[in-house]
């Protein structure tokens, strides 16, 4: 799932800080419901939160509620004094093994890909 209006405030200047979130995942015996997802995110939008904290509360909420087997959030946040920030977390269910392990590469624009 690709989420490419997400905000949340600076907790530092209150000013917004814009992402597109990318939600990968492998469900077990629950999905995400969309509805839910975009309430979910749109909760964001007047909280400060530190790029690397937000994307990991994310997750950690996402996987506690769907219980996948797999699932990984990549948070690419849109450039601020000069600096992209890219911020990837995963949770694997106990047990599970990824048949492939994914690599994260980088571009000069800031945009980063797996393979």
């Known amino acids: ?3 490419p209006e997400f905000t949340c405030l600076c907790p530092k ?9 990318h939600l990968d995942y492998i469900p077990d015996k629950t ?17 400060g939160a530190f790029h690397e904290a937000v ?5 950690d909420t996402l996987s506690n509620c769907t219980k996948p087997k797999y699932m990984r959030l990549t948070a690419k946040f849109y450039v601020r004094g ?11 269910k106990k047990g ?11 571009n000069g624009n800031g945009q980063s890909t797996y393979t």
Not at 82 to 92: A, L, P, R
Request: proline residues 4%.
């Open 1 to 3: 799932m690709q989420i």
């Open 13 to 21: 200047t209150g000013q917004p800080d814009f992402a597109t979130l």
């Open 31 to 47: 999905c995400v419901e969309l509805k839910s997802l975009k309430l979910y995110m749109w909760s964001f939008r007047d909280r």
């Open 55 to 59: 994307t990991n509360e994310i997750l």
């Open 82 to 92: 000069g600096i992209f920030t890219t911020v990837v977390v995963d949770h694997t």
């Open 96 to 106: 599970y093994t990824l048949k492939q392990p994914l690599q994260l590469e980088f």
